[in-house]
């Protein structure tokens, strides 16, 4: 298969830690250029993994016939523009999570796909994951046998903790200034609730994202009712997925691992699964099935591949896709929905605060 020659834009922590070390070991997957608005720090990262060009921002590097496609890990809400931008320069674009903080960005983004012909993807690991491949498949075949009846209730709880585990990857830093990014957010948001919205959305949209991928629920997803404290993140948002009433459980603890978890109940059982902390690697999500009844009975089945890691997973996934033009698992168009969802939570978490 063709060579993917690939542009990085960034040199933030995801950056080190997690999608260069990842990409560069890739078969198929070539860097070839990198942009970093801090240039000492670029100097170092570009040295460190060996890519041939260093550009000063994004807009040098898209406009660098060689390269095919880029990736982008920036500021939540400039990352977007970048991934916008890469599209109408002609470049395919793995890009972070969220893909937009608005749904004015968002629709921008996937009309930069439609003017292109380009792709874009965006990195919802968990949907990679092979825990979490393994309880779509067991979700689907129990939706298609009906062996434990219809889906009456799914959960998903999200009180975080330790993410990094200890990770050791090499991190360079250097005493320049993180760059300056202009804030933006829905039109209708207030200024001084900017960053509570971003923190809610950043975390979160993982979670909601995943819940609509076990069960196939697409578009079809409306907001029920938001119950949030003053943090504008501690709570619970009650969604309906298709028919099925879910649950977003949000909030912190000083947990030193990562406390996650999501459940799918059937009438007769359910199947469940504890998310790994992000960082840690080589460890896919535990997975559950409780089968309920005359014999009742847990299983604990082994993912495929047992040790493996979903960051790595999506980034091999991506490169494949471009190679053969499968279809992205996370695709842009499909992110949409999860931006339309953040900001009806957030629009009726104000309103019952009288902000709005």
Not at 98 to 122: F, H, N, T
Not at 141 to 147: A, D, L, V
Not at 153 to 182: A, K, S
Not at 268 to 296: C, F, M, N, S
């Amino acid at each position: 298969m063709r060579t993917v020659r690939l542009g990085y834009v960034g040199c933030g922590f995801m950056a080190q830690k997690v999608h260069l070390p990842n990409l560069s070991t890739i078969p198929g997957c070539e860097l070839v250029a990198l942009a970093e608005l801090r240039q000492d720090l670029g100097r170092k990262v570009q040295q460190r993994f060996n890519i041939p060009r260093l550009y000063r921002s994004h807009e040098e590097l898209l406009a660098d016939p060689d390269v095919d496609a880029i990736a982008v890990s920036a500021g939540f809400m400039i990352q977007g523009q970048i991934a916008r931008d890469a599209l109408l320069a002609g470049k395919d674009v793995f890009m972070e999570k969220p893909m937009a903080v608005s749904l004015a960005q968002a629709d921008a983004i996937l009309e930069a796909e439609r003017q292109s012909g380009r792709r874009l993807m965006v990195g919802y690991m968990k949907r990679y994951d092979a825990g979490n491949e393994l309880v779509k498949e067991t979700v689907d075949r129990f939706r298609s046998t009906g062996e434990l009846g219809p889906i009456t209730f799914v959960r998903n709880h999200g009180f975080c903790g330790d993410w990094i585990c200890g990770l050791d990857t090499p991190m360079d830093t250097t005493e320049e200034p993180m760059p300056e990014v202009p804030a933006q957010g829905p039109e209708w948001l207030p200024a001084e609730c900017l960053d509570q919205y971003l923190g809610y959305l950043q975390q979160y949209t993982h979670n909601i994202n995943l819940l609509r991928w076990f069960l196939d629920a697409g578009d079809d997803v409306s907001v029920r009712s938001v119950d949030l404290d003053d943090d504008g993140y501690t709570g619970v948002v009650v969604l309906d997925l298709a028919g099925t009433r879910a649950v977003i459980e949000s909030g912190m603890i000083s947990h030193y691992r990562w406390d996650e978890h999501t459940q799918i109940y059937f009438r007769h059982g359910w199947v469940k699964t504890w998310a790994p902390p992000l960082l840690l690697k080589q460890v896919p999500a535990e997975v559950e099935i409780y089968r309920a009844g005359d014999e009742q009975s847990f299983t604990r089945p082994i993912p495929k591949p047992a040790w493996s890691w979903s960051y790595r997973r999506e980034a091999e996934h991506f490169i494949h896709c471009l190679q053969t033009g499968a279809p992205f698992r996370s695709p842009a168009a499909d992110t949409r929905t999860d931006v339309r969802l953040f900001e009806e939570i957030y629009r009726a978490h104000l309103e019952q605060r009288g902000v709005l």
